[in-house]
């Protein structure tokens, strides 16, 4: 097995991840050479800008970033609880482990591209593996339940992002579902936005290359800096035994069915919402988010010394802290469906806006 690395303390049969079957997959599909080659190259490659602004500063940062990770968000704490006692559950993207383990009568394997956070998850005992989203090392149908929780906004390109999300269902098992959040453009507090630097088109195209969203010119979001809502809008499922599943997964939420910013969501309705739109200006879903590493961190005393030589990081004496930029493609509205509307091999259950992010909730169907 190469390209990933196990860690943890349980008799977990390894044999079971191997990347050969996801290679004879591929090999299923019809397609020209230069076609699969052109494909393969765009997907596996990782651009420059992820292994700069998002593989290497989370492998810098990783002990401070993993010291503010540890609340754990309702609705993925309600989506776990739901799944049936012994499920396997995969977590694509689990950075320091928190969700790792919170149903204590489910059994998790986790995986990040940082290494430095997955030596984090096995010294608290996790079972996890080194492993790129997009090449996820597990066979197909192994687990029960998958979740990607804030991962696909670093992923610079559309079809990674695709191909990201077909991995997750690729791994569940027939009837599985796959939790996905994401970064969303309408912010709750839009003032965020003014904190973080767009990437401009001429950067878009240098890096992220022509396959990626153009920065566009819209109306901004208006959305209220003190809102604190939660929407959600689920439809009839066939299943009994799905449907019990998203009925615990509704009433942990209560429905807004007015507000003075313009959102509407009303029970039995198949919508996220409606923004209003504010004063004309430009959006854009291509970011740089800091990230401020005191001084007094040990890590400073280490990577970031070659990462401030490097320009990878800055100092910035006046907040006492080592400034990485992290990169983030945020979603729209609407998106996360786009992307998922041409898949044959699973349907969506659920979709909701949470605390700034859009997520989505998939059940692979074949």
């Given amino acids: 097995m190469s390209g990933f690395k196990t860690c943890g303390s349980s008799n ?149 992002r695709k191909k990201a999300i077909d991995e997750l269902v690729r791994v569940v098992k027939r009837g599985g579902l796959v939790l996905i959040t994401v970064w969303a453009v309408e912010q709750e507090d839009k003032t965020l936005l003014n904190k973080w630097t767009p990437l401009t088109d001429k950067y878009v195209d240098e890096w992220i290359g022509p396959g990626s969203p153009r920065t566009r010119s819209s109306s901004p979001f208006s959305l209220g800096s003190s809102s604190s809502f939660t929407l959600e809008s689920i439809p009839e499922a066939e299943e009994n035994g799905l449907k019990e599943k998203l009925n615990k997964f509704r009433d942990s939420s209560s429905a807004v069915k007015g507000s003075e910013n313009g959102l509407v969501a009303s029970e039995g309705q198949d919508h996220f919402m409606d923004f209003e739109a504010g004063e004309e200006g430009e ?24 990462a401030v030589a490097s320009g990878l990081a800055k100092k910035d004496d006046k907040k006492g802290a080592i400034v990485y930029n992290r990169y983030y493609h945020v979603f729209s509205q609407g998106e996360l469906e786009r992307l998922v509307s041409g898949m044959k091999n699973a349907v969506v259950v659920d979709r909701f806006y949470d605390k700034s992010n859009w997520c989505i909730i998939l059940r692979r169907t074949e």
Avoid: M
């Fill in 283 to 306: 959006s854009h879903q291509e970011y740089f988010v800091p990230w401020h590493l005191p001084y007094h961190r040990a890590e400073v005393s280490g990577a970031s010394v070659g």
């Fill in 12 to 160: 977990l049969d390894t044999s079971l991840l191997g990347v050969e079957s996801i290679a004879r997959e591929e090999q299923s599909v019809p397609a020209s050479p230069i076609l699969k080659e052109c494909v393969a190259s765009s997907v596996q490659s990782t651009p420059e800008i992820e292994k700069k602004y998002v593989h290497r500063v989370y492998d810098a940062i990783a002990p401070h970033f993993s010291s503010t990770r540890f609340a754990k968000w309702p609705k993925v704490a309600t989506f776990l609880n739901s799944l049936a006692p012994g499920s396997l559950i995969l977590d694509a993207g689990c950075g320091n482990g928190k969700y790792l383990g919170l149903t204590p009568d489910s059994v998790f394997i986790g995986c990040d591209i940082s290494a430095p956070l997955v030596g984090i998850c096995a010294d608290r005992g996790n079972e996890v593996v080194v492993a790129d989203a997009v090449n996820l090392p597990y066979r197909s149908g192994y687990g029960d339940a998958a979740i990607s929780i804030a991962v696909l906004h670093h992923l610079s390109t559309e079809i990674r």
